[in-house]
């Protein structure tokens, strides 16, 4: 099976902090995303990554980066982590393959405090 | 616009009770499409998807469901709900191979 790893599952930061939260997967999958999860607004996504180096915004980039120096490591980061930053991080990732017809396999999470 | 519709946030049955969760999407050409299923503390778990041929699909954990072109909809089932479905769960549509839209997500509770 494939598996989603993120290290973190709770953080809790300051305001201003940068943050980083690591996402590895063991399936050479070539296409890794980030989501943010809020309650009743389901998971939006913030950056996906095609290929190492690559990387592409979301629908609500704003207030992060990511980094993508190998295949199987995608990171997120948070350049000055704002209270409305605090939520659920969601790492994914999907083999490359005809249009619409990948399948997500996600991380357990990351969730994020930051007072 | 592209999106996915879950019209009903909270959903209570009983234990052994029928289940089914509404999914509804707007999408101009035919979608791919997903469910998802989220427990507490936990990552999003594929329970099936539809991509073509039979519009009823099986899922894992016994649950199925039906792809209805007309009505735009890719309804959950589950004919016997057990206390371990308690979760939340999360229609998806895949029209490419980086954008995936997700609903806002349908909160199961089980009565025991």
């Known amino acids: 099976d494939v598996k989603v790893t993120q290290s973190s599952r709770y953080l809790v930061k300051r305001t201003g902090e940068k943050v980083f939260l690591e996402c590895v997967q063991d399936m050479d999958h070539e296409n890794m995303f980030w989501y943010r999860q809020d309650p009743g607004l389901g998971l939006r996504l913030i950056y996906f990554?095609?290929?190492?180096?690559?990387?592409e915004k979301g629908d609500i980039p704003e207030g992060y980066s990511v980094s993508r120096e190998k295949k199987e490591r995608f990171s997120l980061i948070l350049e000055s982590a704002s209270t409305n930053q605090t939520s659920m991080y969601l790492c994914?990732?999907?083999?490359?393959?005809?249009?619409?017809?990948?399948?997500?396999?996600f991380g357990a999470g990351s969730r994020l405090t930051v007072l | 616009a592209q999106s996915v519709t879950q019209p009903d946030i909270h959903i209570t049955v009983s234990e052994g009770a029928s289940l089914e969760l509404r999914c509804n999407y707007s999408y101009g050409a035919t979608p791919y499409l997903f469910w998802y299923v989220q427990s507490p503390g936990q990552g999003l778990q594929l329970l099936l998807k539809y991509f073509s041929g039979d519009t009823l699909v099986q899922g894992i954990k016994g649950f199925e469901a039906e792809f209805k072109r007309s009505q735009s909809s890719f309804n959950l089932r589950k004919p016997s709900v057990h206390w371990s479905d308690a979760a939340e769960y999360f229609c998806?549509?895949?029209?490419?191979?980086?954008?995936?839209?997700f609903g806002t997500g349908t909160r199961l509770k089980v009565l025991a």
């Open positions: 990554s095609y290929d190492v180096k690559m990387k």
């Open positions: 994914a990732s999907t083999e490359q393959g005809s249009s619409g017809a990948n399948v997500l396999t």
């Open positions: 998806a549509v895949g029209p490419g191979t980086y954008k995936y839209i």
